[in-house]
């Protein structure tokens, strides 16, 4: 059964920390993607990962940024949180840009 | 630019109705086309897929969506609610291998 992860489900920060989001996926996907979803706004893609230590932005790269040193690992670093970094955060994988993704939980971040 | 709209954020249906989400897409490319769907405190798993094959595709959980190009839609359905159908839809456009999602339809299916 294919799995992906999140490293944690709830998570709460203060404004100006540094945050880290964890994703692993167990199925050897080549791609991984960030998103946050946000009501009424649906899911917007904020990095994405098509090979190790390969990246590229998507619509709403500011505040965040990404690394893939491992194939199944793909992290998500807020360098400053900030209050409107509130949100859930979706990780994602695929094997080739036009297959299906699978997603993991997410993990609902608030910053106070 | 490539864009999805779902009409409505609330659906409401009752058990054993016809379930009707509307999704209409613009992309100046022939598109792969999504539905996803995310139960609660859950992410999101593949209902179906469109990819040029059929214009009709057939999903998970008797759900299906026709793509009809000259509407630029890609509704989804199926013939009878259930109870476990209520969760989140969303219709997604992948024109160059990157998702564009929808803003969402959430169902409500009532007793």
């Known amino acids: 059964d294919v799995k992906v992860t999140q490293s944690s489900r709830y998570l709460v920060k203060r404004t100006g920390e540094k945050v880290f989001l964890e994703c692993v996926q167990d199925m050897d996907h080549e791609n991984m993607f960030w998103y946050r979803q946000d009501p009424g706004l649906g899911l917007r893609l904020i990095y994405f990962?098509?090979?190790?230590?390969?990246?590229e932005k998507g619509d709403i790269p500011e505040g965040y940024s990404v690394s893939r040193e491992k194939k199944e690992r793909f992290s998500l670093i807020l360098e400053s949180a900030s209050t409107n970094q509130t949100s859930m955060y979706l990780c994602?994988?695929?094997?080739?840009?036009?297959?299906?993704?699978?997603f993991g939980p997410g993990t609902r971040l608030t910053v106070t | 630019a490539q864009s999805v709209t779902q009409l409505g954020s609330h659906v409401s249906v009752s058990e054993g109705a016809l379930v009707l989400l509307r999704c209409n897409y613009s992309s100046s490319v022939p598109p792969y086309l999504f539905w996803y769907v995310q139960y609660p405190n859950q992410g999101l798993q593949l209902l179906l897929k469109y990819t040029s094959a059929a214009t009709l595709v057939k999903g998970i959980n008797d759900f299906e969506a026709e793509f009809k190009k000259s509407e630029t839609s890609f509704h989804l359905t199926k013939p009878s609610a259930h109870m476990s159908d209520a969760a989140e839809y969303f219709c997604?456009?992948?024109?160059?291998?990157?998702?564009?999602f929808g803003q969402g339809t959430t169902l409500q299916v009532k007793p």
């Open positions: 994602a994988s695929s094997q080739g840009p036009l297959d299906e993704q699978y």
């Open positions: 997604a456009v992948s024109p160059t291998g990157k998702l564009i």
């Open positions: 990962s098509y090979d190790v230590k390969m990246k």
